[in-house]
């Protein structure tokens, strides 16, 4: 969501309330000043600035619903297993129930009782040494029930664990998409306030794909196939829309298009730029071969895949598709080849 302005670092990342204050006074300027008479460049900054906020929190409602997605499946797993745990159990009762039944009909009577009575003693002690050994199935089965009481036991403790901490990240995933959004409506609401050929010039170049000031890339080669398969992927992604939270085909935030583009490779990113900032080992970026991955700013809020002749492909932000734009667009925090 990066713009093709240098963007200097937020203060985004120093706590929510150092940043709802900017946002206040920015919102509180606009408000006693007319919005044409602000100064167009604050405007712009601002809108900048806002942007990158707002890709800060897309990065966090990254994680956050990768991590609910995850433990969703967890649940239904453990929720499967709990179900048949207990209809083992349910079985083993069934099998301990039959087996008391015929030790109560065979042996009601004390043995020396029944031995006296019995019409066949060899008979008698033929049905007793059975129930003997019924005697130890069934202790055996007892044992089995025991250890798998507890197993579902500990099995639904563990569920009851992962559905709350899921649930913990449904609240982070609707925070976080709140706070996008958010941050984005005031962006649109700065921009409709610009003149309007202030405005027309900014969505211009917002939604430029950069190929008119491209070097030939013909002569940029991937040191690899995997580098190569990553960079077809990516370049069949420009024109697509900026998509916050998506990880493509249709449309892409910064991060979901280097995982895409990478999983066309048969390589797995993890979901965030920060993340990603570390899936591979980092190399200087007069050393970037194409391919690597360029992460911006300090906070790693931003990614974007390096194709040679110091141009990279991204997902800039809403409103500009994925594109071309040069690798010092922003300020390069690292460089990382997977």
Known sequence: ?????????????????????????????????????????????????????????????????????????????????????????????EALGSLAGAQYRAGGLDPTVALLFSDDPEEYLDRASLLDRIDVRRAGQLGALRSAMRELAQERAEAAGKLAELEHSRRAVASHKAVVERKLAQARTLLNALPTEDRAAFEHASRGDGRADLADLTGALPPDARAAAAIAAARSALGKPYVWGASGPSGFDCSGLMQWSYAHAGIHLPRTSQEQRYAGHQVPLSQAQPGDLVVYRSDASHVAMYVGNGQVIHAPYPGAPVRYDPVGMMPVSSVTRP
């Open 1 to 93: 969501m990066g713009s093709h302005r240098r963007l200097a670092p937020s203060g985004f990342n120093r706590g929510a309330g150092a940043a709802l204050c900017a946002l206040s006074a920015a919102a509180a300027a606009l408000g006693a000043v007319p919005a044409s008479a602000a100064p167009r460049t604050d405007t712009r900054a601002e809108v900048d600035r806002l942007y990158q906020q707002a890709e800060e929190a897309t990065q966090a409602y990254d994680k956050a619903d990768e991590q609910a997605g995850r433990l969703r499946r967890e649940v239904n797993d453990s929720q499967d297993r709990i179900a048949r745990q207990q209809q083992r159990i349910n079985t083993m009762r």
